[in-house]
């Protein structure tokens, strides 16, 4: 049977067809901002700290959402905290802060429940999404859609020239706190489809992709999306036919979708750094 | 009226004073430079008066007014290395920024702020870079990107930190007669600046800085030995003026 044999048939791989192509969707666009703000070892950070959340969340009954924004927020708070009220740098305050929150999850999570379900919140397990999840999923991502397009003037000049954001009134800080947030939402959404440790890879690179092919935001977004898509799908057929992680397939593919660019872009790739550097000597 | 009135300014990182009870009145419709030696607290006085970083101020009025009054009428134009200058953004979406303080949240520019925007682009002479993006540009032509954001701001007082630095001759020259301009028009224009041998001819008033303000007035009576020795400590205009005597 083929894939889209396959596809058309079974509901649960519907499902987690739609649930992945919407957390590549979210983790490109919201991943384009991520990497613009130089704030990649962050975008690590929150997706650890929502491991204590979820946790939390389980034995207090509570849904998982609410533990995972929380325990991401204050994880977010304490970086800022501890930077700013020491000489210590902000990319050491993030190791200390995610490693120490990540911990805490690992054996909150063990006290809890089996060792698979820890396993399925770390690596992720797309084929066994269950429709509460693909709708949380949706929602989530209209949710963090809807927030960067009425928000895209501010994300963009806070993004671009802080100082000018700030001087004209607005307030970089609620900026960069309701970004975290979105971020802990995105990190939730992507639990499922390809788990905490590797939605970084989805952050990173489908957004690193589209920065070397683009030198306009909206476009960026747009194709950070597109290679979130297409990632999804592609890894997501890799996963299913060749009974792979999911998550890991996913990956994988953007990463060799990143490389295809990183030589072969037309405006920034490897090809056209050297045919540059050999045309200046 | 003054385009800026700072009453005792204090700013301290952790124990040291960077800035020290500057109080200074610096007038409207003028070109003004800010000069004194490195770490003398020039950058740091800008971003204070905009409340940018944390500071004690007795008062401050701007354009006579209160800060938050005035807001949207005072443009920053930044360091360049305080730029990525990779980000993916046009010349036209630089300058389009300026329109940003005067709409409101969820607000988009209309299509009559774009077609302002590209008439600021006109003036500093870069709308035929519209399209590029802001890093494919010179030092120069960036410099006058940023400020054909300061008029699309439509802004009356005008912050440039350092806007000399990194560019070529020919468009600093160019980027001062566009300052003279816009100071003949009425607004007023600070400029962090560190070259000495050009403030007499680029300023109407200069503001001599260190850590305290060492002196402020006409730059021919503050280009003097009595003033700069003790803001910058160097025995060279010492010698100087023995072996003019």
């Known amino acids: 049977m083929t894939f889209i044999e396959a596809l058309l048939q079974y509901e649960f791989l519907q499902k987690a067809m739609i649930t992945a192509v919407m957390v590549g969707i979210i983790c490109g666009v919201i991943g384009c901002f991520i990497i613009l703000r130089g704030m990649s070892l962050m975008g690590d950070a929150i997706s650890h700290a929502v491991l204590p959340g979820v946790a939390i969340s389980y034995l207090l009954g509570i849904n998982f959402l609410i533990g995972a924004v929380v325990t991401g927020l204050v994880t977010a708070l304490g970086i800022g905290f501890v930077s700013q009220n020491s000489r210590i740098k902000n990319d050491t305050a993030i190791g200390i802060m995610f490693t120490s929150a990540f911990a805490l999850g690992i054996i909150l999570i063990s006290f809890l429940r089996s060792s698979s379900d820890l396993y399925h919140i770390l690596f992720g397990n797309v084929l066994a999404v269950r429709p509460s999840d693909m709708w949380m999923t949706v929602i989530i991502g209209l949710i963090v859609l809807g927030g960067i397009f009425l928000f895209y003037k501010e994300l963009l000049i806070s993004s671009f020239d802080p100082t000018m954001a700030q001087a004209y009134g607005l307030s970089t800080r609620w900026i960069h706190y309701g970004l975290m947030t979105l971020l802990t939402l995105v990190t939730v959404a992507s639990l499922q489809t390809v788990g905490i440790i590797l939605v970084v890879a989805m952050l990173i690179t489908p957004a690193a992709t589209a920065y070397l092919l683009t030198n306009r935001l909206s476009r960026m977004l747009f194709l950070a999306g597109g290679f979130g898509t297409l990632s999804a799908i592609i890894g997501l057929y890799f996963s299913f036919t060749y009974n792979l992680s999911s998550g890991a397939s996913i990956v994988l593919v953007a990463t060799t979708l990143f490389a295809l660019v990183f030589v072969f872009s037309p405006r920034h790739g490897l090809m056209r750094h050297r045919k540059r550097k050999e045309s200046t000597v | ?245």
């Not at chain 2, 709409?103 to 002479?125: H, Y």
């Open chain 2, 1 to 245: 009226m003054y385009a800026l009135d700072v009453d005792r300014l204090t700013v301290s990182y952790f124990d040291t004073h960077a800035l020290d009870g500057v109080s200074v009145r610096l007038p409207v419709a003028s070109l003004i430079g800010i000069i004194g030696p490195n770490g003398a607290g020039k950058s740091t006085f800008l971003k204070a008066v905009l409340g940018l970083i944390p500071a004690r101020i007795e008062q401050l009025r701007v354009l006579d007014q209160s800060l938050e009054d005035v807001r949207s009428r005072v443009a920053y134009v930044p360091q360049r290395s305080a730029i990525d200058w990779d980000f993916p953004v046009r010349v036209q979406d630089v300058v389009l920024m300026g329109c940003y303080p005067k709409l409101g949240l969820f607000k988009r520019p209309s299509k009559a702020q774009k077609a302002f925007a590209m008439d600021c682009l006109e003036r500093v002479g870069m709308s035929d870079h519209a399209e590029r993006q802001i890093g494919e540009l010179s030092g120069g032509q960036q410099q006058r990107v940023f400020l054909a954001r300061a008029l699309a701001q439509e802004a009356e007082l005008l912050l440039l930190d350092e806007p000399f630095v990194g560019i070529d001759v020919a468009s600093e020259q160019m980027i001062i007669e566009l300052l003279r301009t816009l100071r003949a028009e009425g607004r007023t224009i600070v400029v962090v600046h560190h070259d000495l041998h050009k403030a007499e001819d680029y300023f109407d008033t200069l503001m001599l800085l260190n850590k305290q303000l060492i002196a402020v007035g006409p730059p021919s009576d503050i280009l003097t030995p009595e003033w700069l020795e003790p803001a910058y400590g160097l025995p060279l205009f010492e010698r100087r003026k023995e072996g003019q005597g």
